[in-house]
């Protein structure tokens, strides 16, 4: 039987962060409800989960198994730097047509961005005029969550979800200040420079009770202090960095690979793109947090120390070039060196045209289903399950996050299948209906 509490009344989605993928997803939103197109590439809404044995042929839509918001009871909130309406920041961002954004205008000119927590010592590349002031870090965190109850109240929702959307922060290293709740308190009254905005966010959602996940690589939930809030207040949290285009092949091609015991000897990759998050990322400082977030993914997948002679010599390489005439169609390239029977060389090329923020859109919307899920089936701390979604997952202390998405995918279905009291499908079975 299940124990989730049914998703009644209007959700709000929040996101800090107003750009390219919080208007995309919006906007996709919006489009659907309106019957101007499809959900594509979103799990909860497009995906489907087999049930019982092979034979007994019950493969529903996960959207009619789970009860989740439907989308029709979504209300879109958030903050930004800048002053544009999500019409304008859609029109700005170029990803999607102006003649299907005209068709959605008004509704998407209402969605107006609320007054930032920014500072620019973590973003150097930005600067805008729609900033809070406060006098420190707590009365900022303070400030987020009256907004927060304010949109709540004038908007009835029954539930609110954050999903950090905002631009990648300089790369910051857990350190003392982030070690407990009591420290990383006493760190946002004393203006810790260690306490980037995206954190001065998460504090202010989970110390609420409101679900968060973070899209992008900040350091943001993914420290000590926070998981310990998350339990205080029972609070389902998610991180980081949306797994999107170069990554999301990683970690299609990487364990099929590794299945098949074929050697690796180097893995180059390299994006183009010309965004605004591009121009963010040329920045060293923040490129090094999405670099770090990046790297992680083969170690974990291919575990050379347990492997050296298939994957002891592996060489591993990232690069990010700003490149503004691809726009938000990032080129993602790869050059893997592979090696076969008897060490003879082989070599593949990906060269990935993607969209990067078409991509992301339907990981949001997933994203703040399941939390707002999760937190309904009383959920909470790290929600492992949704590191299907994400480029270097949060995992509990002392465990490597897992990125193999056929693993992923796997523990996602397995979670929703537990949440509605059925069995478990682990493809073990000895007889052939498994
Ligand atoms: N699109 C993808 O495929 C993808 C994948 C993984 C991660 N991400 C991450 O998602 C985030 C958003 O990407 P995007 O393409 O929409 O970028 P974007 O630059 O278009 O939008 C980010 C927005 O965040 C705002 N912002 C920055 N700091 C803020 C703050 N403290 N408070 C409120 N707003 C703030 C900026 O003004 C900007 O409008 C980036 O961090 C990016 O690295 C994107």
Redesign the pocket.
């Given at each position: 039987m299940s124990k989730v509490k049914p998703a009644t009344g209007k959700l709000g989605i929040l996101t800090?962060?107003?750009?390219?993928?919080?208007?995309?997803f919006m906007a996709g939103v919006i489009a659907v409800n309106k019957g101007l197109a499809k959900p594509i590439g979103s799990v909860s809404q497009m995906g489907d989960i087999r049930l019982g044995k092979r034979t007994d042929n019950r493969n529903p839509l996960i959207k009619d198994f789970v009860p989740l918001t439907k989308l029709t009871d979504i209300v879109f909130g958030?903050?930004?730097?800048?002053e544009?309406n999500m019409y304008e920041?859609a029109i700005h961002?170029k990803v999607l047509d102006k003649t299907l954004l005209d068709q959605i205008r008004p509704e998407l000119e209402a969605i107006k961005?609320m007054k930032?927590?920014?500072?620019r010592e973590?973003?150097k590349r930005?600067d805008?005029p729609n900033v809070k002031t406060g006098a420190n870090k707590m009365e900022l965190a303070e400030a987020i969550m009256e907004d927060m109850r304010r949109f709540k109240e004038e908007n009835g929702c029954d539930r609110l979800v954050m999903v950090?959307?905002?631009?990648?922060?300089i790369y910051i290293e857990p350190s003392e200040v982030h070690s407990t709740l009591e420290k990383l308190e006493e760190g946002m009254r004393n203006n810790d420079p260690n306490i980037p905005?995206?954190m001065i966010?998460a504090y202010a959602a989970v110390k609420m009770g409101i679900p968060y996940a973070n899209?992008?690589?900040?350091l943001s939930c993914d420290v000590e202090a926070m998981v310990e809030l998350a339990k205080q207040t029972k609070t389902p949290i998610a991180g980081k960095?949306?797994?999107?285009?170069q990554t999301l092949m990683k970690t299609i091609v990487a364990p099929g690979l590794k299945v098949r015991a074929l050697g690796i000897r180097g893995w180059f990759s390299t994006n183009i793109l010309g965004?605004?998050?591009g121009?963010?990322?040329d920045d060293p400082d923040n490129f090094k947090s999405?670099e770090v977030s990046k790297l992680g993914v083969l170690e974990e997948i291919l575990k050379p120390e347990e492997n050296p002679d298939l994957y002891g010599d592996l060489y591993h390489k990232v690069r990010i070039n700003y490149y503004p005439p691809h726009g938000?169609n990032?080129e993602g390239w790869d050059n893997i060196d592979i090696f076969g029977w008897l060490g003879y060389p082989m070599q593949i090329k990906i060269d990935f045209l993607?969209r990067?923020?078409i991509?992301?859109a339907p990981?949001v919307l997933d994203l703040a289903l399941f939390l707002d899920l999760a937190s309904r089936s009383e959920l909470y701390g790290i929600q492992e399950w949704l590191s299907f979604y994400l480029?270097s997952p949060q995992a509990a202390k002392g465990l490597s996050p897992m990125h193999d998405i056929f693993l992923q995918n796997q523990k996602l279905l397995n979670t929703l299948r537990h949440l509605m009291g059925e069995e478990l499908i682990t493809h073990l079975g000895m007889d052939y209906y498994y």
């Open positions: 800090p962060g107003m750009g390219a993928v919080a208007s995309t958030g903050w930004d730097i800048f544009d920041s961002a961005p930032a927590v920014f500072d973590y973003v930005l805008g950090w959307c905002g631009s990648t922060e905005p995206s966010y899209g992008a690589p900040n960095d949306f797994k999107t285009g965004n605004r998050d121009e963010v990322l999405k938000d990032k993607c990067d923020s991509l992301a990981i480029k």
